[in-house]
């Protein structure tokens, strides 16, 4: 899982590794959906948790590019 979970340790990173984090949880959501579909999984509020995470990381992503968007307006 992340190591980033505070939102204030989200808005710390740059746009490419918050990217790069959002790709990796992505694909761990699916792998845990497959395994749960399975009956292999051990611990379902874990996609919950990592869902929660990955909208976390979208609105971080989002306001980072309203910025800078906005800044460019300004200029």
Do not use: C, G, W, Y
């Not at 959906?33 to 399975?38: C, D, E, P, Q």
Request: glycine share 0%; net charge positive.
């Amino acid at each position: 899982m992340s190591t980033a979970t505070t939102l204030a340790e989200l808005r710390a990173m740059n746009e490419d590794d918050l990217q790069n984090q959002l790709d990796t949880l992505v694909k761990e959501v699916f792998q845990l959906r497959f395994k749960k579909s399975l009956n292999q999984l051990e611990n379902p509020s874990l996609i919950r948790k990592i869902k929660h995470l990955v909208s976390q990381i979208s609105t971080v992503l989002h306001e980072k590019k309203h910025s800078a968007a906005q800044a460019e307006l300004v200029s």
